[in-house]
């Protein structure tokens, strides 16, 4: 067998002089196998593995036709978080159907604050973007849009020229918070991240103009206004903010918070997973919910059932499949539909202090 060590990659019109056919049916082997006889397409698959052939260049297929058929999924996380994260895991599974139906796959893209990061976009070989919600900071969504190739943001922020699927946070932070604060004393927010810096702290009334995640600006706007409904000034509402949108993390802070001379007795908390470590802080503290603490989640994942969570009901999957027609040019974008589920961790009384 000849050896291409060193050298250029063979072409198919290489594999083409070396089975003895012509070049168009060299291409259909690969092509359109079944307009080639068994014979021939023997014959090129021959010469291909003698040369050392691997196929055509997708690159440059995907030039040739002006699409790459795929979609890029910019994940301001970790790679693990998209296979680790119940959310993310639905929202994925949720653009992955849609680019099934079309023929299309899924690229995801881990931006991380690296240098590389804006190359990581400039270079992907992508149809369009699909953005999980990230911050108003971050370089990657100016990136994306001067590739000038369609994109679809996730939550926020809003930016002019790319596409927006997202709920009203505001909102479902006021109706699940009016729930949550019912009958407190002592109201506490468990955050989500406030930038891309990722830093925990616990503050009474932080100033939300300063967040830099929309998503997590908007919840703590609608929290505030729940607070005020029920009586309560901002400065009143401990907001404790977890780094990661993580159990055990969420479990530890929520720990030092019970263990506090004025502890909390209702924490909203802005995600399922981060409402599951206040359940176990509190049963590890022997508080009873929601008597002595009434918590609220977010999102009704099937935890929120397993706990009887009170929490705020939305589709992630169903938000991931019409990012990804959005994408697709298959929809216009529309304000994605919510509701709070009402469980057993909030209390029944009406709201008051």
Not at 15 to 27: I, K, N, P, Q, R
Not at 136 to 143: I, L, R, W
Not at 205 to 230: C, H, K, S
Not at 299 to 327: H, K, P, Y
């Amino acid at each position: 067998m000849p050896s291409h060590a060193g050298s250029k990659r063979p072409t198919l019109a290489e594999v083409a002089e070396t089975a003895g056919v012509s070049l168009m049916t060299a291409s259909y082997t690969y092509s359109r196998p079944g307009r080639v006889s068994d014979r021939a397409r023997a014959k090129v698959l021959a010469a291909a593995n003698e040369l050392g052939y691997g196929g055509p260049d997708p690159r440059a297929r995907s030039l040739r036709r002006g699409s790459t058929l795929t979609l890029g999924v910019v994940l301001g996380e970790h790679l693990t978080y998209a296979f680790d994260d119940p959310g993310a895991v639905t929202f994925l599974a949720g653009i992955a159907e849609v680019c099934a139906e079309h023929g299309y796959g899924m690229t995801i893209l881990p931006i991380t604050g690296a240098a590389e990061d804006v190359t990581r976009i400039t270079d992907a070989a992508v149809d369009g973007f699909i953005v999980w919600t990230t911050s108003d900071d971050d370089p990657a969504v100016g990136a994306i849009r001067a590739t000038r190739r369609p994109a679809v943001i996730h939550g926020g922020p809003t930016v002019a020229g790319l596409a927006l699927v997202t709920i009203d946070n505001q909102a479902a932070a006021r109706a699940v918070g009016t729930r949550a604060f019912a009958a407190a004393r002592h109201p506490a927010v468990l955050s989500q991240p406030l930038g891309r810096d990722r830093v925990s702290s616990v503050s009474r009334g932080p100033d939300i103009d300063n967040v830099l995640f929309p998503v997590t600006r908007a919840r703590l706007a609608g929290y505030r206004q729940a607070a005020e409904d029920v009586g309560f000034a901002w400065d009143d509402v401990v907001v404790a903010v977890c780094s990661r949108n993580d159990t055990t993390e969420a479990e530890r802070i929520t720990r030092d918070l019970l263990a506090a001379p004025q502890p909390p007795d209702a924490i909203a908390a802005m995600s399922d997973q981060l409402a599951v470590g206040v359940v176990y802080a509190a049963r590890l503290v022997g508080r009873a919910i929601p008597d002595d603490l009434a918590v609220t989640g977010w999102n009704d994942l099937a935890v929120a059932e397993q706990l009887d969570l009170t929490t705020v009901a939305q589709s992630l999957r169903d938000q991931g499949a019409s990012c990804a027609r959005v994408a697709l040019g298959r929809e216009d974008p529309t304000p994605a539909p919510w509701s709070v589920v009402a469980r057993g961790s909030t209390r029944s009384e009406l709201p008051g202090r």
